[in-house]
C-alpha cells in the first residue's frame, strides 16, 4: 500500500495496511542476520532491530491503553471528557507522525530501544504484532472505535482507538521507511553480491 492519509483510514484499511506491514517487513527484513539487524550507521542512529524494538514497545504500550478504555470498570480521566480534544489531538499525531515528515521527535524513555545488540527474532516478533493488531481491528466495534485512549507517554494527550489504531499504523511506516534506508547504507554489511 502506497503511503495513504493515515488519518482517514477506516478500520478495514486499517487491516489492509497492517497486513501490507508484515508482507514488506518479511519481504525486506526478513533475510538479514543479527550482525547486519544490529548494525547501526554511526553512533546514536539506530539500527533495523532498534527501529523494530522501538515499534513493539509502542504498540505495547498503545494496545494496554486501548484495553484500558474499552473496560467499562475504569472510569474516564479529565482528558478523555474534553469535549473535541481527543479528536484534535488525533488527528495532529497522526498527522505529525506519518511517513515523510521533517520533523524528528525523540521517542519516550518507554519507548526507547535497547542500546545493546538485539535478538534478531525482533523482526519475527514485529511481524507477528502487525497480526495481533489486525485481529484486535477485526474485534473492534463502531462504538468501541469512538471511545477515549490516553496516551501512554503523556497523560494529557487523547484520541479514539480508532485514531490510536491509525497512529500505530503511520509510526509503524515511518519508522519502517528509517530501517530500509538504513540497509540502503553504502557502509550496510551486505552478505549478498551485489545486482
Known sequence: MAHPSYATLSATDLVEEFS????????????????????????????V?????????TADGMFLTF????????APTVWQRLPMWPR??????????APGGKRKYRAPATAQPAAS?????????FIACQHLGIARLRALGAEDARRIAVSPFVAQITYSVLDGHRLIAAHQRRHFDQARRVIEHPAFPSTWPAP
Not at 49 to 57: G, I, M
Not at 67 to 74: G, K, S, T
Not at 88 to 97: D, H, N, V, W
Not at 117 to 125: F, G
Open 49 to 57: 532491530a532498534q527501529c523494530f524494538d522501538h515499534l513493539l514497545k
Open 20 to 47: 501490507a506491514m508484515a508482507r514488506d517487513t518479511e519481504m525486506v527484513f526478513g533475510r538479514y542476520d543479527a550482525t547486519q539487524l544490529n548494525w547501526q550507521p554511526q553512533a546514536g542512529r539506530w539500527s
Open 117 to 125: 545488540s538485539l535478538d534478531p527474532l525482533t523482526v519475527e516478533r
Open 67 to 74: 484495553d484500558r478504555a474499552l473496560d467499562p470498570n475504569v
Open 88 to 97: 484534535m489531538l488525533g488527528r495532529a499525531l497522526i498527522t505529525s507522525q
